[in-house]
Structures are given as C-alpha cells and as structure tokens.
C-alpha cells in the first residue's frame, strides 16, 4: 500500500488538438541541432532557471531524482573546463578512439579544439548522483540512475530548443576534471556537459538527416 498523501491527477490540456499539439512539438524539436558556434549575446539567468526546471520534472527511479545540474557563466572557470576538456579530446583523438569512431567522425569535422566551451555563454554540467541527497529509510540508495538522468537531459535539450536557444552535447573521456573543477562531492558524477546559448548568424551545421519513421518505429 502507498504511503504517498495523493492529489488529483490534472492531465495537460493540448491544445487546439492532441495531434496538433503533437505536430507543432515535433516541428520545434524536429529543428534541434548540435551547434559549435555560439554568439556573445548573453542568456538571462531566468531562462537557465526555466529550462533547468523543466528537466527537473522528469520521472525517475523511486522519484529519487538523482540529478544535478551546475550551470557555469563564469569566464574563468569555462577556460579551466575548456583546457580540461581539450586535454581528454587530445588523448582521446591521439590515442584512445578506435578507428571506426574516427572515421564516423570524419565527415562531421570535429577536433580536439573546443572554442564552444568559452564562447557559449553558459555551460550546463550534468551530473548523476550515485547516492541520494537525502537519506530516507535508513537509505541513501537510488535506482536507474543513467536512465533517469538521459530522460532529464532530454527534456532539458527539448526546453532550450522550444525557447530558442542552441546547445551541444558534449562528452570529453573520462570527465572526472569537471568534478574536480566544479568542487562537487565525490557521489556526483558528471554526466555529460552542454554549452548553451544563441547560434551565430552565420552558423552553418553538417547537412544531415534522421532516420526516417519507419526505421525507428514497429507496430506489434
């Protein structure tokens, strides 16, 4: 039996329509794309606050949400992440990525150079807590961790997109610096890294597409 107090469940409203609601979703994040090229014009703290928010209604695992996310506007601390960050790139490209990555990377034109990390005008470090905050039960355990935190990331890439804003989803190997950097207790561990801001005008992406529908849905 739960000991949850309930409330009435209030399911959001589409409108005009579900399927409208559905087809206008899918036409804003359908424009989704990783960008590398950032302008200067700043992001209010509000709109990070916003779309931090969002990913924070995310379901997760015994709704322990074992998230957290660090959001860095600060000047020198994104150069001490850029020169992290670039180090692992460097070892990464020199010596760890196996031949097939590199050659999937090839058309895409990525470097070990990563000019993004400052130029955006906020970092967003995800990380995933491998124990709760709060103990309850006698317990600080959680559960699906890496599932519960890729859903709110997700959310989170969806909200910048529906405000506007362009991010990257960047992963450097091992990402162990940004803990040390950010100051964050040891049963935090980074998750993955997006810088977030305003393309340029000029910003040009690598002419790509998804799969189509069929490839990735079956009806049983």
Same mark, same amino acid.
């Given at each position: 039996?739960?000991?949850?107090?309930?409330?009435?469940?209030? @399911?959001?409203v589409?409108?005009?329509?579900?399927q409208?609601?559905?087809?206008?979703?899918?036409?804003?994040?359908?424009?989704?794309?990783?960008? !590398?090229? +950032? $302008? *200067?014009?700043?992001?209010?703290?509000?709109?990070?606050?916003?779309?931090?928010?969002?990913?924070?209604?995310? @379901?997760?695992?015994?709704? =322990? /949400?074992?998230?957290?996310?660090?959001?860095?506007?600060?000047?020198?601390?994104?150069?001490?992440?850029?020169? #992290?960050?670039?180090? &692992? &790139?460097?070892?990464?490209?020199? $010596? !760890?990525?196996?031949?097939?990555?590199?050659?999937?990377?090839?058309?895409i034109?990525?470097?070990?150079? =990563?000019? +993004?990390?400052?130029?955006?005008p906020?970092?967003?470090?995800?990380? =995933? %807590?491998?124990? *709760?905050?709060?103990? /309850?039960?006698?317990? !600080?355990?959680?559960?699906?961790?890496?599932?519960?935190?890729?859903?709110?990331? #997700?959310? %989170?890439?969806?909200?910048?997109?529906?405000?506007? %804003?362009?991010t990257?989803?960047?992963?450097? $190997? @091992?990402?162990? +610096?940004?803990? *040390?950097?950010?100051?964050?207790?040891?049963y &935090? !561990? @980074?998750? %993955?890294?997006?810088?977030v801001?305003?393309a340029t005008?000029?910003?040009?992406?690598?002419?790509?597409?998804? =799969?189509?529908l069929?490839?990735?849905?079956? +009806?049983d």
């Amino acid at each position: 039996m739960s000991t949850y107090n309930t409330i009435p469940h209030q @399911p959001n409203v589409a409108e005009p329509s579900p399927q409208i609601a559905a087809e206008q979703f899918l036409e804003q994040v359908a424009g989704r794309r990783s960008i !590398r090229h +950032f $302008s *200067d014009r700043p992001v209010p703290r509000e709109l990070i606050e916003q779309i931090v928010a969002a990913a924070g209604t995310a @379901p997760s695992g015994a709704n =322990k /949400q074992p998230w957290r996310f660090v959001a860095v506007s600060d000047p020198a601390t994104k150069k001490r992440i850029r020169e #992290g960050a670039e180090a &692992e &790139e460097r070892a990464f490209y020199e $010596s !760890r990525a196996s031949e097939d990555w590199l050659r999937d990377l090839e058309p895409i034109g990525t470097t070990a150079d =990563k000019p +993004f990390l400052e130029s955006a005008p906020w970092l967003i470090v995800v990380f =995933k %807590l491998m124990e *709760d905050d709060i103990e /309850q039960n006698n317990s !600080r355990r959680v559960y699906y961790v890496n599932e519960s935190v890729g859903i709110a990331t #997700g959310l %989170l890439l969806a909200a910048a997109t529906c405000a506007g %804003l362009a991010t990257l989803t960047h992963t450097p $190997s @091992p990402m162990a +610096f940004l803990g *040390d950097i950010l100051d964050r207790p040891s049963y &935090e !561990r @980074p998750y %993955l890294l997006i810088p977030v801001g305003w393309a340029t005008d000029e910003c040009r992406v690598p002419d790509i597409a998804r =799969k189509n529908l069929d490839q990735i849905l079956v +009806f049983d």
